[in-house]
């Protein structure tokens, strides 16, 4: 599934994209959202049978034409003491409250985000 895009948005240079119509612009990137989350869908479905086959072939490393897979741990869990814990708790208060009271001094930038309105069965 691949969108066929208007003549101007596939060139790499900023100024094909400023000629022509916003709406094909915005129509565009919906339609490439759509397809991502479709993809997103199929990668979710497919991740069970992808971890048995890699689980399968028991081996740290698989090299294959297109990608090497490997074996990797996700980070570990801390048992903190319950005074740790609380003191963390009080910081995080501690920071929501100053964010509540100051404005930001940087970091701010004007973004767009699409929210798909369609649903997939």
Excluded at 81 to 97: G, M
């Amino acid at each position: 599934m691949t969108l066929d895009l208007p003549a101007g948005l596939n060139a790499p240079d900023a100024e094909a994209t400023t000629l022509l119509n916003p709406t094909e612009i915005l129509d565009a990137m919906i339609e490439l959202r759509i397809q991502l989350q479709v993809l997103e869908e199929q990668i979710e479905a497919l991740r069970p049978a992808f971890f048995a086959a890699c689980l399968a072939l028991n081996t740290d490393k698989i090299a294959l034409e297109q990608a090497t897979i490997f074996r990797k741990l996700t980070p570990g869990q801390w048992a903190y003491s319950d005074n740790i814990v609380e003191q963390e708790d009080l910081l995080k208060q501690l920071k929501r409250q100053f964010q509540q009271t100051h404005e930001p001094v940087g970091g701010r930038e004007i973004t767009w985000a699409i929210k798909l309105l369609l649903t997939t069965a």
